[in-house]
């Protein structure tokens, strides 16, 4: 919440170790991939798990082997990749 605007929406996990997120329709989550993994940010497109080719806009984060404070700071990088992103 506090690095994402209004219109990108996540799963709140009841369990497991990942959430997905869904951005704006207009923007792409393998764009999106390949912005952040060149500031050390990685986090699985959604295409991969859609076969119909759906789910541009959505992508799985893992949150199992990260600290806390690396989880905030990936959040805030991701939010800063698009100009539609971020505070």
Request: without cysteine; hydrophobic residues 35%; aromatic residues 12%.
């Amino acid at each position: 919440e506090k690095y994402f605007p209004d219109g990108v929406s996540w799963t709140v996990p009841e369990g497991g170790i990942s959430l997905l997120v869904t951005l704006p329709d207009e923007l792409d989550s393998t764009e999106l991939f390949f912005k952040v993994r060149e500031k050390g940010v990685l986090f699985t497109p959604g295409p991969i798990f859609h076969p119909d080719g759906s789910g541009q806009n959505t992508f799985r984060m893992n949150f199992s082997r990260v600290a806390t404070e690396k989880i905030e700071e990936g959040v805030k990088i991701i939010g800063f990749r698009f100009p539609q992103l971020g505070k």
